[in-house]
């Protein structure tokens, strides 16, 4: 789940897809944040989240599917594996702090470490989002 304004988050979603549809028996479901749903989170078994830092801090709609789900989804969310990924112009740190502190509220248990870039994603970093995309799978399917 990611929301993008100029294609940088987006570009680094589809290549945590793409890693995660490499796991054999993976199903992905890849959405922008407002098209996202509480039974998307329900019914996953992982998820990964990624926003651009806009005003040092998630994109909007990120926060909006927090804010919706959070009571509707309290105690069923809990234990499931989430990976973060973000961008900002002068890097994405301040988004993933954001995101971390949002899956903490949820329970969420983080599988893999964070991808960050500032600016738009390298081939290097697509490579890592891919990479994590693909252990995040292999760690819900455990
Ligand atoms: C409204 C707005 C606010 C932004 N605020 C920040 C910021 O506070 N810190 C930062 O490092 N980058 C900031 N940026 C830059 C974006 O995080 C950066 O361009 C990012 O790569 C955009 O990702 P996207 O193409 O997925 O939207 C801002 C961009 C926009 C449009």
Redesign the pocket.
């Known amino acids: 789940m990611?929301?993008?304004?100029?294609?940088?988050?987006?570009?680094?979603a589809k290549a945590f897809a793409e890693g995660a549809k490499s796991v054999s028996g993976t199903e992905v479901v890849l959405k922008k944040a407002f098209d996202a749903t509480l039974e998307d989170l329900l019914e996953c078994d992982a998820i990964a989240f990624?926003?651009?830092?806009?005003?040092?801090?998630i994109?909007g709609a990120l926060k909006d599917f927090f804010d919706r789900t959070f009571y509707p989804s309290q105690g069923r969310a809990a234990g499931k594996h989430y990976a973060a990924f973000?961008?900002?112009?002068?890097?994405?740190e301040?988004?993933l702090a954001v995101l971390d502190r949002l899956c903490g509220s949820f329970k969420l248990k983080k599988a893999v470490d964070s991808v960050s870039?500032?600016?738009?994603p390298t081939s290097q970093i697509l490579v890592k989002c891919k990479d994590a995309g693909g252990r995040l799978a292999k760690a819900a399917s455990k």
């Open positions: 990611y929301h993008t304004l100029s294609g940088n988050t987006e570009k680094m990624g926003s651009a830092d806009y005003f040092s801090y994109a973000a961008t900002g112009g002068r890097g994405g301040t988004a870039v500032a600016g738009a």
